[in-house]
């Protein structure tokens, strides 16, 4: 069955650093998503992406963020300097539509920043 | 905004059956979906109703009754490996899944 990918799996840095984080969707979907979860909280949603632009983000998704898809399959995040507060797993997601369409999640990527 | 309350921990025993609620207030709707989340792993499609009623997929269920603004999944037969984390979601508008605060189950032999 296809899933989505996210690499690393585990990223440390450090404060004030940039850091990119990967995700490759399932490659008929049209729909791409970031969430986060800090330990123990519930997922947040963070931006949605379609059509080669942003259609929709959160309060979190500031300036410090941006999003892009350099090629046809890839899907990155970037966070252009961290803070401590942005420790959390990063979770891609995407799906073939919207409405009540299911978003496939990656593994996740853990980001650590000290 | 929106707003979606689900019991923070429910725990149960295998064999039995469990019921987690949820109930929503958003500004838009466009069904109420269900996810499970193994500690450490992602989450994973469970169900979703846009229409009032019952849908059924093997041992779990999901309702809807929109004039509440609730809903529900149960569990039934319960399994040692249906210990996760149970979250509720809706879509307000088009594109954004907009998580509840989850449901940690735990189920005991």
């Known amino acids: 069955e296809p899933e989505v990918t996210q690499t690393p799996s585990h990223q440390v840095t450090q404060m004030g650093q940039e850091v990119i984080l990967r995700c490759v969707p399932i490659s008929n979907h049209l729909y791409f998503y970031w969430y986060r979860q800090i330990l123990g909280q519930k997922v947040e949603f963070l931006v949605s992406?379609?059509?080669?632009?942003?259609?929709?983000k959160s309060e979190i998704f500031d300036d410090q963020f941006s999003v892009e898809r350099p090629d046809g399959s890839n899907f990155t995040l970037k966070i252009r300097s961290t803070k401590l507060e942005d420790s959390a797993m990063y979770f891609c997601a995407s799906s073939v539509g919207t409405g009540g369409s299911p978003l496939h999640f990656g593994n996740g990527t853990r980001l650590t920043v000290t | 905004g929106q707003s979606l309350e689900q019991p923070s921990e429910v725990t149960a025993v295998e064999g039995a059956i469990v019921q987690i609620n949820c109930t929503y207030q958003t500004s838009g709707f466009y069904g109420l979906s269900w996810y499970q989340q193994h500690d450490g792993g992602a989450p994973t499609f469970l169900s979703y109703n846009a229409l009032d009623g019952l849908e059924e997929t093997g041992r779990f269920s999901s309702f809807l009754s929109r004039s509440d603004s609730y809903g529900y999944l149960l569990l039934q037969e319960l399994q040692m490996k249906d210990s996760a984390s149970y979250f509720c979601?809706?879509?307000?508008?088009?594109?954004?899944?907009?998580f509840g605060g989850g449901t940690r189950l735990m189920v005991k032999p």
């Open positions: 979601a809706v879509r307000p508008r088009g594109y954004m899944l907009t």
């Open positions: 992406f379609y059509n080669n632009e942003i259609s929709e």
